[in-house]
């Protein structure tokens, strides 16, 4: 199994184990929202996007990862970033509200469904930022459409293919472990997003880590999981990227190795790289004050 498929499988069954924690017995936690605006829709070509537009200014469009809704982002985050740009958040065709017709899905077509979905917005060019698998259809965005991307953050990603650096072989066992009681999954799934001296000091991490409240189909995920394990990757295009780019990893990223940021700047020709030390691949749970401050610096000096 390619490990673009292994890590689009783990994050739906993330996004499973955590809903059913939070059935049995964890629902003292804070409420959180993605701000107070309201979920809109609009229609882009065979397809009808469910977003919301938090914040006034700029804007950046946010590419949520695989098998994921819009209200998976992190709402601290969220609420640093929006102080400042206009911030669009969506779900990704198939995703909780956003509908898709019968057939695969592709990266390229996610990237047409992006650019489609900022022109049904009236939005000519905008910052873009994609978390793990939105990384791929950001990569592919400004590469298909440059004149539509002014800066591109690129955070937990790789440029996929043969050059994409695999996990280490535990984690791709726990990757696709499945044993357990639903807890124990969750938990195994925590550990594998997040350094495990992180979550030890986190005794309240249920509290405020957010939660899906919309739903998805289990086919529409697993037609996701397929576009990611058939995506070719970027590896060789990435030169043609004319956006000034920001990639950020974790450096305890077990999922997305961080040898992977490192070829993604080397190779895109404008670029910054920041490391979070401490940090997995749920880093902007872990440190959401920092990463939108780090982001929006990026914007403000990479002229």
């Excluded at 689009?8 to 059935?23: E, Q, R």
């Excluded at 739903?215 to 576009?227: D, G, H, I």
């Excluded at 974790?250 to 920041?274: H, K, M, T, Y």
Aim: net charge negative; proline share 6%.
């Amino acid at each position: 199994m390619k490990r673009t498929s292994m890590i689009s499988s783990l994050i739906l069954l993330f996004v499973l184990s955590v809903a059913t924690l939070d059935c049995i017995g964890m629902d003292d936690r804070e409420e959180k929202n993605n701000g107070i605006a309201e979920v809109e829709s609009v229609s882009v070509g065979d397809i009808n996007i469910a977003y919301r537009v938090l914040g006034q200014g700029d804007p950046i469009v946010l590419i949520m990862g695989s098998s994921s809704t819009m209200d998976m982002w992190s709402p601290r985050f969220l609420d640093n970033l929006s102080s400042k740009y206009k911030v669009i958040i969506f779900d990704n065709r198939g995703m909780g509200n956003t509908t898709a017709p019968p057939g695969n899905f592709s990266i390229a077509q996610f990237a047409n469904d992006t650019a489609g979905f900022m022109t049904a917005l009236g939005i000519d060019k905008a910052h873009i930022m994609g978390w793990s698998m939105g990384s791929f259809v950001a990569q592919e965005l400004a590469i298909r459409y440059p004149e539509r991307v002014d800066r591109i953050i690129l955070y937990a990603g790789d440029c996929g293919g043969k050059e994409a650096v695999m996990p280490s072989p535990q984690v791709l066992k726990d990757l696709t472990n499945t044993s357990g009681s639903p807890e124990e999954r969750g938990m195994r799934l925590f550990n594998l997003l997040f350094p495990k001296d992180w979550l030890s000091k986190q005794p309240a991490f249920y509290k405020w880590f957010p939660l899906p409240k919309e739903t998805s189909l289990p086919e529409n995920m697993q037609r996701q999981v397929q576009a990611c394990a058939t995506w070719p990757g970027a590896c060789d295009r990435l030169g043609s990227i004319k956006s000034p780019a920001l990639v950020i990893t974790g450096r305890e990223d077990v999922i997305s190795p961080p040898e992977n940021a490192f070829i993604l700047a080397q190779r895109i020709n404008v670029s910054w790289l920041v490391q979070f030390d401490g940090a997995g691949h749920g880093l902007m749970y872990q440190y959401p004050d920092r990463l939108a401050k780090i982001i929006t610096d990026f914007i403000e000096l990479s002229n």
